[in-house]
Nanobody, 124 residues
Framework: QVQLVESGGGLVQAGGSLRLSCAASGRTFSNHAMGWFRQAPGKEREVVADISWSGSSTYYADFVKGRFTISRDNAKNTVYLQMNGLRPEDTAVYSC?????????????????WGQGTQVTVSS
C-alpha cells in the first residue's frame, strides 16, 4: 500500500521559515517526479513546486520563486520543501504528490499518488 506522509507544517509568523517533508512508503519513487501542492480555504488546489525523477530539473510557481526550494533524497524516498520568507497568503494545506508515471519531469495535475496534507498557517 502506497503512503505519502507529510510533516513539518505548523504556525509561523510572517517572514519565518518551515521545512516540509514527505516520506513515501509502499514502493520506491526514485524514478518518479514528486511535488507539492497547496489548497487554501475557498480556493482551488494549485501546484507549488515539483522536481523531476532525477532531481535535475525543478519547477516553481511564480508566487514562491526565490522563497521556496524543493529537493529530494531518493535513498530516503523523501521529498522536501524549504519555505522561507513566509507570507500570510501562503496559509494553506500543503500536500505531497508523486507521479504515477515513471521518468517524468513534472507531476501531473491529478494522476498522482497523494498525501493527506499538512497545515501551514502564517500569521501577520
Amino acid at each position: 500500500q502506497v503512503q505519502l506522509v507529510e510533516s513539518g507544517g505548523g504556525l509561523v509568523q510572517a517572514g519565518g521559515s518551515l521545512r516540509l517533508s514527505c516520506a513515501a512508503s509502499g514502493r520506491t519513487f526514485s524514478n518518479h517526479a514528486m511535488g507539492w501542492f497547496r489548497q487554501a480555504p475557498g480556493k482551488e488546489r494549485e501546484v507549488v513546486a515539483d522536481i523531476s525523477w532525477s532531481g535535475s530539473s525543478t519547477y516553481y510557481a511564480d508566487f514562491v520563486k526565490g522563497r521556496f526550494t524543493i529537493s529530494r533524497d531518493n535513498a530516503k524516498n523523501t521529498v522536501y520543501l524549504q519555505m522561507n520568507g513566509l507570507r500570510p497568503e501562503d496559509t494553506a494545506v500543503y500536500s505531497c504528490a508523486a507521479a504515477r508515471r515513471p521518468y517524468g519531469s513534472r507531476v501531473d495535475g491529478e494522476n498522482n499518488y497523494w498525501g493527506q496534507g499538512t497545515q501551514v498557517t502564517v500569521s501577520s
